[in-house]
């Protein structure tokens, strides 16, 4: 079974960066897609982004496009977030998430389409 662990999160001010790290264990989660998602205060989990097992397929939400870069490492079986120019906005618990079933070039901005979660990482932007 899979731990997925994420790290990286902080305070921070606004327009500074942090890149969060989604470490898995227990089993590769090389060639499948992996996504990030949030929960900020009073709302329900939001996706953010995914990246497709192969690598050659990101999509990321409207709010983060173009300050946010997912990528992934599998070598070190690792999935990463990095965030730039951070909002007041963007505060909130990061997850990342593994799909086993969307095949290696799909993504999917569902929560429910993902099976394992990793416990999260806060991240808060103050001003």
């Known amino acids: 079974q899979v731990q997925l662990v994420e790290s990286g999160g902080g305070l921070v001010q606004a327009g500074d960066s942090l890149r969060l790290s989604c470490a898995a264990s227990?089993?590769?989660?090389?060639?499948?897609?992996m996504g990030w998602f949030r929960r900020r205060p009073d709302e329900a989990r939001e996706f953010v982004a995914v990246i497709a097992g192969s690598g050659d397929t990101i999509y990321y939400s409207d709010s983060v496009k173009g300050r946010f870069t997912i990528s992934r490492d599998n070598a070190k079986n690792t999935v990463y977030l990095q965030m730039n120019n951070l909002k007041l906005e963007d505060t909130a618990v990061y997850y990342c998430?593994?799909?086993?079933?969307?095949?290696?070039?799909?993504?999917?901005?569902?929560?429910?389409?993902?099976?394992?979660w990793g416990q999260g990482t806060r991240v808060t932007v103050s001003s």
């Open positions: 998430a593994v799909d086993w079933l969307t095949g290696p070039d799909g993504v999917s901005t569902l929560p429910h389409e993902y099976d394992y």
């Open positions: 227990g089993r590769s989660v090389s060639g499948y897609t």
